[in-house]
């Protein structure tokens, strides 16, 4: 099955096409809408369409067997991926006062699709579905009820198709089924969020009614105090901004790439430390908080830019809990291995590459392959 992926993004259009699971053709077109850019997405998708012909990875758009397509907000309604029609595109629409940055993009792909090629299947997976899962104690705020039944306001949880991934993977290195493992898996990229996983099902997750809760990001300040915002909204602060573009990692010490950080402590920089500091003691508080609510932890999985490539971060990550059998082996950790954890460890760590578009391309055909069943 020849299954084009897309990741539209409000100014770049991500594609990746697999066949039967093997990437034969990708890309990413940027600038879309800017001054000296591409005009739109319909645009950025013949772009896309004339590199893969000439690359020779597809013929045309329409010899495709099905599109998937990466969508940020499904809200409480989507659980599992589905078939793109006009329901579905109208439930997106009434879904972007939720996400407004990510899902009118996500929907401009989708319809752009549809206009170049109206006859193949298309559909939407979401990063909110796979924390669906969580029960009602983990997914609402104790703020009165009425403000969850008059504006959803409650956790959805987001990455989704990243710790799903991973879980699975994880699982596979173990041998086992998902169904029978507990895991903490930690997805440290630009965005991080860490999710408690019980049987293979999310029973928790850091990131909130948006993404900008739990753990230290690049520019995202994560967990803070609430009342915060609002002492500095009485400020005149563009809060908005500052939390979501001027915090994190960023904020602490002037610098969101994990790799800068890193480099400027090592060379004594004081705020780099502190930041470092931070940003590992959450993911530490954490871990210690889903290995409660799990009560037995089979792994721990690093993924994302910095869970993938820094071992320092996941040392730092791990430091003091030998307690709950998390034990780091350093020359493993340092030699880039898959299983970094101590032989004598309870709980297994690894690390693991996340990849969304691969598992996207994955749930598009188990999808398709059900509906013809
Ligand atoms: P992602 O959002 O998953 O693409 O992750 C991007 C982030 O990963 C970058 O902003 C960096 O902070 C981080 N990153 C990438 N490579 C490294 C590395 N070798 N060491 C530490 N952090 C890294």
Not at 47 to 61: M, P, T, V
């Amino acid at each position: 099955m020849r299954v084009l992926v897309l990741n539209a993004g409000s100014s770049s259009l991500k594609y990746r096409l697999f066949d039967c699971e093997k990437e034969i053709g990708a890309g990413v077109v940027e600038r879309i809408g800017e001054p000296g850019g591409v005009k739109d997405h319909m645009e950025a998708l013949k772009i896309a369409q004339e590199r893969l012909e000439s690359d020779g990875a597809l013929d045309s758009f329409d010899s495709l067997d099905a599109v998937g397509h990466r969508v940020v907000h499904g809200g409480e309604r989507f659980t599992r991926p589905a078939l793109v029609d006009e329901g579905l595109i109208e439930a997106l629409e009434e879904l972007v006062p939720l996400a407004p940055l990510h899902n009118p993009a996500n929907i401009e792909g989708i319809l752009t699709m549809r206009k170049i090629a109206p006859k193949t299947p298309q559909v939407a997976v979401f990063d909110t579905a796979f924390h669906q899962s969580m029960p009602k104690e983990a997914c609402l705020y104790a703020i009165p009820l009425e403000f969850y039944e008059r504006y959803a306001i409650r956790r959805y949880g987001f990455h989704g198709t990243s710790h799903a991934y991973v879980c699975k993977e994880a699982a596979k290195l173990l041998g086992r089924p998902p169904a029978s493992l507990n895991m903490i898996t930690l997805h440290l990229g630009n965005g991080a969020s860490a999710c408690a996983v019980e049987g293979g099902r999310s029973v928790d997750t850091s990131m909130g009614f948006t993404p900008l809760e739990g753990l230290v990001m690049g520019t995202r300040c994560g967990d803070i105090d609430p009342q915060i915002p609002l002492f500095l909204n009485e400020k005149g602060v563009d809060v908005q901004e500052l939390l979501n573009r001027r915090s994190g990692l960023k904020g602490l010490c002037g610098h969101n790439d994990m790799r800068e950080v890193l480099k400027l402590a090592d060379e004594g920089c004081d705020d780099a430390k502190i930041a470092l500091e931070i940003y590992t003691r959450r993911i530490r508080k954490y871990i210690g908080a889903y290995a409660a609510l799990l009560g037995r932890v089979d792994a721990l999985v690093f993924t994302a830019g910095i869970g993938e490539n820094s071992p320092e971060v996941r040392e730092l990550s791990c430091r003091g809990l030998e307690g709950f059998g998390i034990e780091i082996d350093r020359s493993k950790n340092r030699a880039g291995e898959t299983e970094i954890s101590k032989e004598a460890g309870r709980v297994k760590i690894f690390v693991v590459k996340t990849d969304e578009e691969l598992e996207i391309a994955r749930q598009t055909e188990a999808l398709l392959s059900d509906a013809r069943l």
